[in-house]
């Protein structure tokens, strides 16, 4: 009897202990699981208001992902009968986020911005509104199934929305519009009694010895008549002979294209307008692997699709001096507003706006802005006939632009921006159009590439009066990717070495350039720089040229190379900066200073030698290891081979304490804001 009301007591003490943990219900595991979604829900408040305070997309491209996960928990919970009400209200949140901040910071066309973006979050809002009410009416029996059903398109639709939505935004950088409207304002009222005909012809990941006139060679063994070309491109190298000028020591401003070609186009290193990497696509592309688009937010980080509308590019300087501007090829500096190329000073564009790697990759036709579709992406995977396309197109604009210079007086500025030899190669050497794949090697898509340039050349030699005041200018926006030459030199494209940068550089500008350093090439007189220069240089040797000053608003990285190019300097001097200085190259990569080129004194002369702070090995087989520290005599060692550093411990503190206040000055002041 004892032993049966012992157990009675236990059984009691049981209950009891149970009824009193269930007026506790915070314990219970659900209430635990309202408790993180109520924070969630306050984590989630705050990230919305970061959002539209700060108004960087990159944080729009997470806050999409967080609506999807949100959405896929209301999806659990919907199939078990209920939801809770704090996960709605995160969901809620994020998504109205998003339809405010693209109503806010958005970019771009804005039929896409507001109506695209209201219909892909209004949807879903009302779809979790209707997956937390509808349980709760218990008069509708088939209240769960039906919250299921709009859970499900609640995540459909989100889930789409974050796959097609555009990431466009307004930069959120400092902004130079006012000096570059009053500058280009002051120079439109100074017209330059110097203004010569402009042709420039920039390759796409050409090595620096992809050209047979430096074919495989460097330094003073350029003209090896013993040693055949690899390469024959008698065209390109017309354009040092005959009074040319060639440059065995020029450099892109970057190892990849955006910003190299952002350096061409301002005079600027890459980092002054936050273009630090190469652009990908803004446009929505659904196909496998295309949507590029997710990049961009997370490697610029400001907002910056492009090259800013407040940039002052070569083009826009031209055009106020009355010259016919277009741009045919690649443009890869934005695909759309401020970034587009006729918003940059071209009259015409005609080409593709992205690398012919990328998805979408089309061809289209822009004026004032505006651009339709000429090739599909479709219609271009196939590239064999690209450049026999832009020839088609380019050569009689340009013919028409001879025309009127002859007529009117009408000078003109041409840029050809070729796609190759950038990956994946293509070409028609054979004939047989597209679909044939045995014409598509490195050597076939140069040398045909070249053999159409020879038209458009053509076109300005033939005739003694044009050719008399054109400059022509041929060179690459970086080193070769996977196949190309370097000229033995250390490091490929995307590297900071010297095969990523040191690029072919000629110059014609009918018998008006010199140097002292003539040189005779199949019998021809042309002309040689070994003076180091980068394509920074461009820009500023064009304004020095037609007596146009620079703007004074901004830093101008870049410094003329005029009085070398025609005889007032020696070819072979050391480069000074416009207070006088010793001239210092940098290479930049994704936004650091890697390393710079300078000139210091050692064993009583002068070197340019070149310093590493910390780069890593370009060798796969250390890739765990940096050069740290290292010195490079580039006089005496061009392949960067031999560590110098010990033996001049006093230049490699020197060139470290230049690349270290640069990259002071560039936190300091990035834009460079004068």
Avoid at 104 to 121: D, I, K, M, Q, V
Avoid at 276 to 297: E, I, Q
Avoid at 495 to 503: L, P, R
Wanted: overall charge negative.
């Amino acid at each position: 009897m004892s032993d049966n009301t012992s157990i009675h007591d236990e059984t009691s003490l049981l209950g009891e202990k149970r009824r009193k943990f269930k007026k506790y219900p915070v314990f219970t595991l659900e209430n635990k699981l309202k408790s993180a979604a109520f924070v969630l829900f306050c984590i989630e408040v705050a990230y919305a208001l970061v959002l539209l305070g700060t108004g960087f997309n990159f944080l729009a491209v997470c806050a999409i992902a967080f609506s999807i996960g949100f959405s896929l928990v209301l999806f659990l919970q919907a199939l078990r009968g209920y939801a809770n009400v704090w996960t709605a209200a995160s969901f809620i949140t994020s998504d109205a986020s998003l339809l405010v901040y693209f109503f806010a910071w958005g970019a771009g066309n804005a039929a896409e911005r507001f109506g695209y973006t209201l219909l892909f979050t209004l949807i879903p809002i009302a779809l979790a509104t209707l997956v937390l009410l509808l349980p709760k009416i218990k008069k509708l029996g088939g209240g769960r199934l039906a919250a299921a059903l709009c859970a499900t398109l609640m995540v459909g639709v989100t889930v789409f929305y974050f796959l097609a939505c555009s990431f466009k935004a307004k930069p959120t950088v400092e902004s130079l519009k006012e000096g570059h409207d009053e500058y280009l304002k002051s120079i439109s009222a100074m017209k330059s009694e110097k203004r010569p005909n402009v042709l420039f012809v920039l390759m796409d990941d050409m090595g620096y010895a992809d050209i047979s006139l430096y074919s495989y060679l460097t330094g003073s063994a350029l003209h090896n008549a013993e040693q055949a070309p690899t390469i024959n491109t008698p065209n390109i190298d017309g354009i040092a002979k005959d009074g040319g000028i060639y440059f065995d020591n020029f450099y892109a401003s970057s190892p990849v294209c955006s910003p190299s070609r952002f350096g061409i186009l301002t005079g600027r290193y890459c980092s002054r307008g936050y273009l630090d990497n190469v652009v990908f696509p803004s446009n929505v592309s659904l196909a496998p692997f295309g949507n590029t688009r997710f990049f961009n937010p997370f490697q610029f980080l400001y907002n910056v699709d492009g090259i800013l509308g407040d940039e002052i590019t070569i083009a826009e300087v031209l055009k106020t001096q009355g010259y016919s501007t277009a741009l045919f090829g690649k443009w890869n500096l934005g695909d759309y507003g401020e970034y587009l190329p006729t918003n940059q000073g071209f009259d015409y564009f005609y080409g593709s706006h992205y690398v012919n790697d990328m998805t979408p990759y089309n061809f289209v036709e822009e004026r004032n802005g505006e651009y339709k579709e000429v090739f599909s992406h479709a219609e271009m995977k196939d590239q064999s006939l690209t450049t026999a396309r832009i020839t088609e197109k380019m050569n009689p604009y340009l013919a028409d632009q001879i025309a009127d210079y002859k007529q009117n007086g009408t000078p003109f500025f041409t840029y050809y921006c070729t796609p190759w030899p950038h990956a994946p190669l293509f070409s028609n050497a054979g004939g047989n159009g597209q679909g044939d794949t045995t014409d598509d090697t490195y050597i076939d898509c140069i040398e045909e590439f070249d053999r159409y340039l020879g038209s458009t050349l053509d076109l300005i030699f033939s005739d003694p009066e044009v050719a008399d005041n054109t400059i022509v200018i041929f060179t690459s926006d970086n080193g070769p990717g996977k196949e190309g030459a370097t000229g033995a030199l250390k490091g490929r494209k995307n590297t900071t070495f010297e095969g990523g940068h040191k690029v072919p550089m000629l110059v014609k500008y009918g018998k008006n350039l010199r140097t002292d350093d003539e040189v005779t090439i199949d019998g021809k007189t042309s002309y040689r720089v070994t003076s180091s220069f980068m394509n920074i240089d461009i820009f500023p040797t064009l304004l020095d040229l037609m007596g146009i000053p620079l703007p004074t608003d901004r830093v101008i990285d870049g410094v003329s190379m005029l009085s070398v190019m025609t005889g007032g300097t020696n070819a072979d001097a050391k480069v000074l900066d416009r207070d006088g200085n010793l001239r210092a190259l940098y290479y930049i990569k994704k936004g650091t200073v890697q390393s710079l080129q300078m000139p210091a004194e050692a064993d009583g002369k002068l070197y340019d030698f070149k310093y590493y702070l910390n780069v890593l090995n370009e060798n796969s087989a250390f890739i765990d290891q940096y050069y740290k520290n290292f010195l490079f005599n580039l006089d005496l060692d061009p392949i960067e081979g031999y560590n110098v550093s010990k033996a001049y411990a006093d230049v490699a503190a020197k060139l470290k304490a230049q690349l270290l206040d640069f990259r002071k000055q560039l936190k300091v002041n990035r834009r460079g804001i004068l």
